[in-house]
């Protein structure tokens, strides 16, 4: 089955810096990455996705790439803010395999005012 | 709309014992899926039901099933339950039929002593 990993596990960015995460998925069919932010205490909620038919996708200061050769994928946040804080989740999957995704194991993002 | 609702929010069980948790998806989606959720392995995938049929199922031992209703409310049961079943247990609801986004409901923490 796919395999999904992200790194890092912690991240500490001062407020105003970028922050990147990365992950890599095994399974070269998957063709849906989205990216969900969970705050503490709160539900994860979808912030971004990316196709395996694009190569970036941006929503304001939010961004993903995908390189589809390498198998992996990056969530770019510009201009961190302290709302920013939250946990992380990369996820994957593929066509025919209904909404079965593959998470990786969180980034917990931290921006220091 | 009203979102994803799981109930019990909170639960403590002992050892052997079994638990069922709810899932009310939001109207009109006909996905449902369960996701246990435990610090330092993400969100792993249990099932998915579609239209009361089970289109997928996770990595998980058979103490774990689960079932869908004609309203597409869903339950999750797991019977004697382990040390280890200690988790936050996450429905999440989708109006595709595949690669679309979850929402999620607020999870049932489930502790076994």
């Known amino acids: 089955g796919e395999n999904v990993e992200q790194h890092p596990s912690t991240l500490s960015v001062q407020e105003g810096d970028s922050a990147v995460i990365k992950c890599t998925y095994s399974d070269s069919a998957s063709n849906y990455f989205p990216w969900y932010k969970q705050e503490l205490g709160k539900r994860p909620q979808l912030i971004i996705d990316?196709?395996?038919?694009?190569g970036e996708k941006k929503d304001q200061r939010i961004a993903v790439t995908l390189n589809k050769t390498a198998k992996h994928f990056s969530l770019h946040i510009t201009e961190t803010q302290p709302e920013d804080s939250a946990v992380y989740f990369c996820a994957a999957s593929k066509e025919n395999t209904g909404n079965q995704f593959y998470f990786g194991t969180g980034t917990s993002l931290t921006v220091i005012p | 709309k009203a979102g994803v609702t799981q109930t019990p929010r909170y639960l403590i069980k002992t050892r052997g014992q079994q638990v069922t948790l709810s899932c009310s998806p939001i109207?009109?989606?006909?996905?449902v899926s369960w996701y246990q959720q435990t610090p330092g392995q993400g969100l792993q995938f249990l099932f998915e039901?579609?239209?009361?049929?089970?289109?997928n199922k996770g990595n998980f031992p058979g103490r774990f099933s689960g079932r869908q209703f004609s309203n597409s409310r869903s339950e999750m049961n797991v019977s004697t339950l382990e040390l280890g079943d200690s988790a936050l247990y996450l429905c999440a609801s989708s109006s595709l039929a595949g690669t679309g986004e979850l929402f999620f409901g607020e999870g049932s923490r489930l502790t076994v002593l």
């Open positions: 109207s009109g989606h006909r996905s």
């Open positions: 039901y579609f239209s009361e049929t089970q289109r």
């Open positions: 990316i196709r395996s038919n694009v």
